[in-house]
C-alpha cells in the first residue's frame, strides 16, 4: 500500500547561493483539535443546502468508514438514493461538484479551500484520510438542479498514528540547492524564437508520482491532437460522459514540446476557462528521483494573438495565483512530503508571452517533494 505522509514544516533558515538564489519554507497546513473529537457522530445532509461542514476535524491516518440512507426528490418528482442515479444526456449540460460521480450521490471533501478536489461516497465507503481539515458533505447536484429530502449519514472515524512529522519526511533544504534552478531556462518557448510562459513549479518524483498526484485531485490528462480529441469526444458523448480533454497548444524547453499536459476545469468551460500545466523532465536527479519544471497558468477567456491575429486563448495575469492553487490541489490528497519557494538569482517578475499577454509574478518557484 502507497504510504502518505504528513505535509511537513522545512527548516526555516534560508539557504543561500553565492548567486543570492534562495530557498523559503513552506508553512504546514493549520493543524485541527482533534484531542476531543468523538469516534462515532451522525449528521443530516439536507439536499438544498449544498455542502454541510460536519464539525468532524480530519487529519492524515485517520480512516473515515461512512454509510447513508435516505432519499431526496427531484423538481421532476425522481426519488435518489445516497448512491445517485446515472446521467443522462441532459446531464452533459450541467456541471456537477463531482462529474465522475452519479447525480445526487453523497460525496465528500476535506476542508473549504477551492482546490480540494471532492471524493465518492454513495451509500457506504471507507475513505483513508491523506490531508487535514474538516469533513464536508453533500449531495451531487448542479446549480440548475434542485432537489428536496436528505440523507442520514453514520460516520465511524478510526485513527492511526502517522509518526513524527519531522521524521517523516526529509528537508527539502538539505536535499535542494538552490543554484540548480539558475541552469534551467526562465521561460517555455512557442519553437519559433518566441518565449512564452514563466516555469513557476518543479516536482521531485517518478513519472508515475507525477501522474497520480495529479489525476487523484482533480486534474486530468489533455488529449495530444484534434483528431484524438475528436474520437475521444465522440466516445465521451456516446458514454453520457462530459468532454473535458480538450487539447493545449505545445510549447517548447530544452528543444523539446512538453512530457505532460494536465488541466482542470468546469465542464461547461472548459474550452475557454481552465486551470493548466505543461511539465518537462530535466536531467537532474534530486533524492533519487527525477526532477520536473513546468509553467501553471489560467485560461480566462480568449484574445488576439499577436504574432498572426488569429484568437488564441488569454491566461490570468497574476500567475502566483495559479501556481498556489496548483499547491493547494495537489496538497489535499496527501500527494505532497515536503515543499518550498526557490527564487532563482534571476527571477521573472513581469512579462509577455509568446502570444503578447501580459503576466506578473514574484518570480518565485513552487517545489514539491512527492511521495
Do not use: C
Request: proline share 5%; hydrophobic share 40%.
Amino acid at each position: 500500500m502507497r504510504r502518505f505522509v504528513v505535509f511537513v514544516l522545512l527548516a526555516v533558515t534560508p539557504v543561500l547561493s553565492a548567486q543570492t538564489a534562495r530557498i523559503e519554507a513552506i508553512a504546514p497546513t493549520a493543524p485541527v483539535a482533534v484531542a476531543h473529537r468523538k469516534d462515532h457522530a451522525t449528521v443530516t445532509i439536507d439536499a438544498t443546502k449544498g455542502w454541510i461542514d460536519t464539525g468532524i476535524p480530519l487529519v492524515p491516518g485517520d480512516t473515515l468508514t461512512v454509510k447513508a440512507n435516505g432519499t431526496i426528490t427531484l423538481a421532476n418528482g425522481q426519488t435518489i438514493t445516497p448512491d445517485g442515479k446515472e446521467h443522462f444526456w441532459r446531464d452533459l449540460l450541467r456541471q456537477y461538484p463531482l462529474p465522475t460521480a452519479q447525480t445526487g450521490a453523497l460525496i465528500g471533501r476535506i476542508g473549504d479551500n477551492e482546490a480540494a478536489w471532492p471524493f465518492s461516497i454513495g451509500a457506504g465507503e471507507t475513505i483513508p484520510v491523506r490531508s487535514t481539515g474538516n469533513l464536508f458533505l453533500a449531495a451531487n447536484l448542479s446549480d440548475g438542479l434542485t432537489a428536496t429530502g436528505s440523507y442520514k449519514v453514520s460516520i465511524t472515524l478510526a485513527s492511526t498514528p502517522s509518526g513524527s512529522a519531522t521524521a517523516a519526511a526529509l528537508s527539502l533544504s538539505q536535499l535542494l540547492q538552490p543554484a540548480i534552478f539558475d541552469a534551467f531556462p526562465r521561460r517555455d518557448d512557442d519553437g519559433q524564437g518566441n518565449v512564452g510562459d514563466a516555469v513557476n513549479f518543479a516536482l521531485i518524483g517518478s513519472e508515475q508520482q507525477v501522474q497520480d498526484a495529479f489525476l487523484h485531485s482533480g486534474w486530468f490528462a489533455v488529449d495530444a491532437d484534434r483528431n484524438t480529441a475528436i474520437l475521444h469526444g465522440l466516445l465521451a458523448t456516446l458514454s453520457k460522459e462530459p468532454y473535458r480533454e480538450v487539447p493545449m497548444s505545445t510549447l517548447y524547453l530544452f528543444g523539446r514540446p512538453q512530457d505532460m499536459s494536465f488541466a482542470r476545469g468546469d465542464t461547461l468551460r472548459v474550452a475557454a476557462e481552465r486551470h493548466h500545466v505543461r511539465i518537462w523532465k530535466t536531467t537532474q536527479v534530486i533524492n533519487g528521483q527525477p526532477l520536473w519544471i513546468g509553467s501553471a497558468t489560467y485560461d480566462n477567456g480568449f484574445a488576439r494573438d499577436s504574432r498572426n491575429g488569429q484568437v488564441t486563448h488569454s491566461i490570468a495575469p497574476a500567475i502566483d495565483t495559479e501556481r498556489d492553487f496548483l499547491r493547494d490541489s495537489v496538497t489535499s490528497t496527501g500527494a505532497v512530503a515536503a515543499a518550498a519557494y526557490v527564487t532563482p538569482s534571476d527571477p521573472i517578475r513581469e512579462a509577455k508571452t509568446a502570444t503578447g499577454a501580459s503576466f506578473h509574478s514574484d518570480g518565485r518557484i513552487l517545489v514539491m517533494l512527492l511521495q
